[in-house]
């Protein structure tokens, strides 16, 4: 066991870290829309272009199964696992349930330095709508949701939500991508709802706060539904449409 | 996992991650409260334990400074998380947010499966809590939310949920330890979940999520009353 123990160790780091940075690599393309929902995913083709085995491969590919980003379809083929409603609707839930609580939380405890941080996000985020600069509002989104989280001031809370972000990111550049007829609307929309937290925080309205996050969070996956993406989108027309049903029928 | 699975695992699959196993058992001395909170991690020590060189342990212990069960001291120096009354007060918060919302979802969705193990885990707290097996209690009280949280059928809601389970477990844990009262958990723990699951199984979800709210935020007495909230002494006990 010793030898076992001692030798292997170092050897069995090198090739966690390589997996690691495989993953990692696949992950990216896959949450940033290099393969696209439904895509099949060629893993000889993946090797080749990193200049790597399939070892690494293969491993990366369990651990994006296990996480549930792709779902092998043949004996050595995977493909990208298509958005469908039921999670899209369960991922909004579950930020709503989140970040709901922590609105309700920091309205309690936030002190006057991240309320200055949350002003200042909202006032850069002003300027970037102006310029139609979407992307960069991204940004200033972020640090606005994310102060809100510290202000809360619990750390179980932000336990659960780093669980959730890779899955959050994943919508993020989703709905950047397939909503841009209406991203000028809904960015001065989440600007309005930004500016409505922020007066319910500084005026200490916990219930409020809680209200408007709920309300903020539901409106952005709404814009999916309103473009109609899932009754449209041909490449995973099928379960959609199930699941559709399936919600007409309730 | 004990000192013997960890030999077993590595006889098993000698090729399999070291860091890996070793994290899995630092990780569960922790929870488990073998290793008191706000002790020193004696690295060498567990080298020796387990009969391996210390870089998987260092890779171990720096995941587990992630998770929030070990800090840094100095340069090289490691201890447990202490625990403090705050921290637990933290976690039902938190408990209280996702566990209420939990309970209104599987108002509407829960089966009949759901219902029956939400039943069967009441009678697993009064049976336990008649032969004062506390641990048995508390693993019978973790059923009955697990299931609640299981039948709200959202994953992310059931991922969120098991990223606050060794927390949970953890605090459970020393309460037992600590042992000021005859029992260490409420002995008004079945009613309050019976009243829960009859919310659940007549589908009021706000009943559901009130008295799920109500009940978590009741824990807080309960740790009150059983000395952990306020014990100063907390911190450097450990299970013989």
């Given amino acids: 066991m010793n030898k076992n123990g001692n030798g292997h160790a170092p050897e069995n780091q090198s090739a966690a870290g390589l997996n690691d940075q495989v993953y990692q690599y696949i992950l990216d393309q896959i949450i940033k829309l290099g393969i696209e929902p439904g895509q099949r995913i060629n893993t000889t083709k993946v090797a080749a272009n990193l200049g790597v085995s399939r070892t690494p491969i293969r491993s990366a590919m369990d651990r994006l199964c296990e996480e549930g980003f792709v779902e092998s379809v043949s004996d050595r083929g995977y493909r990208v696992i298509p958005i469908a409603m039921s999670d899209c609707f369960n991922l909004c839930d579950a930020r709503k349930i989140l970040e709901g609580g922590a609105a309700y939380m920091a309205a309690n405890n936030i002190g006057a330095k991240d309320l200055e941080i949350l002003e200042h996000s909202i006032v850069d985020a002003k300027l970037c709508l102006k310029n139609n600069e979407y992307d960069a509002f991204a940004e200033y989104d972020t640090i606005f949701h994310e102060t809100l989280f510290n202000a809360a001031n619990n750390r179980y809370l932000k336990i659960m939500h780093d669980r959730m972000k890779i899955k959050i990111d994943r919508y993020r550049y989703f709905i950047s991508f397939y909503c841009r007829s209406t991203a000028a609307e809904d960015t001065r929309h989440a600007l309005e709802k930004h500016s409505c937290i922020f007066r319910a925080l500084k005026n200490r309205y916990s219930s409020v706060a809680q209200n408007e996050m709920e309300e903020h969070i539901a409106y952005t996956y709404r814009t999916l539904f309103n473009l109609g993406w899932f009754i449209n989108s041909q490449r995973n027309s099928k379960e959609n449409l199930s699941d559709l049903d399936e919600l007409m029928e309730k | 996992m004990d000192r013997q699975e960890f030999i077993k ?62 800090e840094q001291v100095g340069a090289k120096g490691f201890k447990v998380c202490p625990v403090d009354w705050k921290d637990c007060i933290a976690l039902y918060d938190a408990r ?50 697990e299931t609640v949280v299981e039948a709200s059928g959202n994953d992310y809601i059931i991922s969120l949920y098991r990223s606050l389970k060794p927390w949970i477990r953890r605090y459970q844990r020393i309460l037992v330890l600590i042992k000021n009262h005859q029992t260490s958990t409420d002995p008004h723990l079945a009613a309050k ?40 002494r907390l911190n450097g006990r450990e299970r013989k």
Avoid: C, W
């Fill in chain 2, 96 to 145: 209280k947010v996702l566990e209420g919302n939990a309970a209104y979802i599987a108002a509407n969705t829960a089966t009949t499966e759901h219902h029956e193990k939400l039943r069967y885990s009441i009678q697993l707290i009064k049976k336990n809590q008649e032969l004062g097996d506390d641990l048995a209690v508390f693993e019978a009280d973790n059923l009955f939310h």
């Fill in chain 2, 193 to 232: 979940h019976l009243v829960i699951y009859r919310a659940i199984k007549n589908r009021y979800s706000m009943v559901a999520k009130n008295e799920m709210s109500d009940h978590v935020n009741h824990i807080y007495r309960v740790l009150f009353d059983r000395g952990l909230v306020g014990n100063e």
């Fill in chain 2, 9 to 70: 695992q590595i006889e098993k699959q000698p090729f399999s991650v070291l860091g890996e196993l070793v994290y899995q058992y630092i990780a569960h001395d922790i929870i488990e409260v073998h290793l008191a909170p706000g002790s020193k991690i004696n690295t060498t020590k567990i080298a020796q334990e387990l009969n391996i060189s210390r870089t998987p342990i260092r890779t171990a212990l720096d995941r587990l400074v992630g998770d929030g069960l070990v």
